[in-house]
Every structure is written in structure tokens, then in C-alpha cells.
């Protein structure tokens, strides 16, 4: 998979997310809001959805490997 360069709103909006997910507090309306900066980015990007969530959760939840 290529590396993707996220814009940071997007790798902000999953941080956040993840966070909540992990405290235990993640609300459907922050999965949906990130389901669709996804949906929208991958649009615009011209990319795979898949590869995008794959890569933008690398990103935010393995920083060190995804500089790899």
C-alpha cells in the first residue's frame, strides 16, 4: 500500500476518535463523522475507501510504522 498524506483535519478527526474508542466513550456520531471525512477524502483522492482507512488508522494508531 502507498503511503497517503493525509491533510491533518482527517488524521485529527480519527485520533480523536480512536481515543474515545479505547476510553470506552465513542459515540456513533463520531464513527459516522469519521466514516464519512473518510468516504469523502478516498473520493477526492481518487483512492481505494480500504486503503484509506487502512492507512489513516495505521497513521493514528502505529505512527512509527507507517513513516516505514
Sequence with gaps: MATIDFPA???ALELTA?????????TTKQAAAVH?????FAKQAQLPRLDVEMGLKKAVRHPQAAES
Design 9 to 11: 483535519d482527517l488524521l
Design 36 to 40: 464519512e471525512a473518510i468516504g469523502t
Design 18 to 26: 480512536w481515543e474515545a474508542q479505547q476510553a470506552g466513550t465513542l
